[in-house]
């Protein structure tokens, strides 16, 4: 069973803004799916559409096989949004925001209140359920957002950027949090910026940038793709000779940094023992950046160079 | 599925009430001291001198105007600043992503401002009553045309948000349209004491079916047709309606 199934999806704004331009897409049910790109790249457009609060201009959305077009309130069902930007009342208390979710959904208020309860729990936010939402901090209010997307227990999940601007301790528990839900069943799509977080969490990966998937793999296929690692060096020396380094691509930065790429197979040994013969010690080593940042960076690169052909 | 949209419409109803309660102060009192103003200064000090009207004391002349006039207002505001209000803060996007008809949306909405303005018509008929003995003459023409006139106003300000960009533009039409069609709608004067022509003019006027219908209901006494009044009023709230529904349904100032 597909959970989402997007063929040709293309919108333009008034305006004139060619936001999506013709994508296709498709997540498998019981999926965590994560929707990457640059800012600006289509990705709160193309939830906006699934989520029945962006129309579409052209293509076709079907979710849980339920067509927008056709079946649009089956297939609002099936799916709980947790938006990029904050959209809830902000003098409305906690409680009052997550039970008429479930209300709007058409659960009965004495379900709602156990699910309330449930899940306020869960995401840490009981103890607030009696103020008003805009006494939360920025984490607590994205945390809040999960709880309200999770109200009518849709079978589809989707979240735009929620840990945007939440502290790494949070972050960790709100993937936790998800990883479990997932566990339950619900299909997860998630879009982020941190590349870090679609490696711990997400089975399957689609890059979009300007309006275009450019990628659409497997989180293993798209690892599989970095072959190379770059490490930088500190080093201490006692000549002034120029370092020489054979067999790797290498940079040297200054007289005491040098930068290297390594590719997976070969390992660091080499490395250091050309350079222990030249009598220079290494004195730290670092990790460049987020190998996957760099690949995210060359793929969309490579993307936008290939569509100006 | 019915009983899914009567569980999303309650929702909505006790949402939008709940809203008005909290901040009372700003949606109760006010009508409440206007009008004890009004019924102390036009109704006792001037009222006094001019007499008769249509009849009846001058007091008990307005008294059924007044709280039309505070009926229409209240209600148009409510759902002007409310749904205006969720679409700005984008909490209409929770009803968006529901399987809300729009409809219920609409009915919900409505609801809410029908509330108020009925809880606000019956707080002024009890501040009425310091000043003046209230009589019925016909409790259900006066029921029904208060309940259709909450409903047509409740409508007219979610159509007003929908369009509306700004805070400023939900002020507008009730500046510069409701309010003098309310003042011209015959709240303060009986129609026969204005000129033919203008008496043609007023006619014009359906805030004067609505005062006119509804100040039959307390006096049995009306410059038109409570008939009429009922009549035009059904009419206006299905245009009214098929106006807010065709708008929603297009996502007109909500969806993008
Ligand atoms: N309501 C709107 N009206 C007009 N243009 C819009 C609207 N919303 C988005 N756009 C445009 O559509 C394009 C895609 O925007 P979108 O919000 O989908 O990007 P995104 O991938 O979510 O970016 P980010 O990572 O910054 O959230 C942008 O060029 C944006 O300016
Ligand atoms: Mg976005």
Redesign the pocket.
Known sequence: MKALAIQGLQ?T???G?Q?LKGIDLTVEQGDFFALL????????????IISSL?NKTGGKVEIFGHDLDTALVDAKSCIGLVP?EFNFHQFETLLQIVVNQAGYYGVPRTIAKQRAEKYLKQLDLWEKRNMPARTLSGGMKRRLMIARALMHEPKMLIL??PTAGVDIEIRRSMWTFLKEINRQGVTIIL?T?YLEEAEMLCRNIAI?DK?RIIENTTMKGLLAKLNNETFVLDLKRETEAPVTLTGFTHRVLDDHTLEVDVAKDDGLNPVFDQLSAQKIQVLSMRNKANRLEELFVSLVEAGRNGGEK | MANRNFIALRTIWIKECTRFLRIWVQTLVPPAITMSLYFIIFGNLIGSRIGQMGGYSYMEFIVPGLIMMSVITNSYANVSSSFFSAKFQRNVEEMLVAPVPHWVLICGFVGGGVARALLIGIIVTCVSMLFVDVRIHNFWVLAITLLLTATLFATAGLINAVYAKTFDDISLIPTFVLTPLTYLGGVFYSLSLLPDFWQMVSKANPIVYMVNGFRYGFLGTSDVSYLVSIGLLVGFNALLFAVAYTLIHRGVGIR?
Do not use: C, L, R, W
């Open positions: 919108k704004y008034k305006g803004t936001a790109g640059p800012n600006g790249a289509g990705k709160s457009t193309t939830i906006g962006v990029q735009d950027e879009t910026h979009i309006g | 993008s």
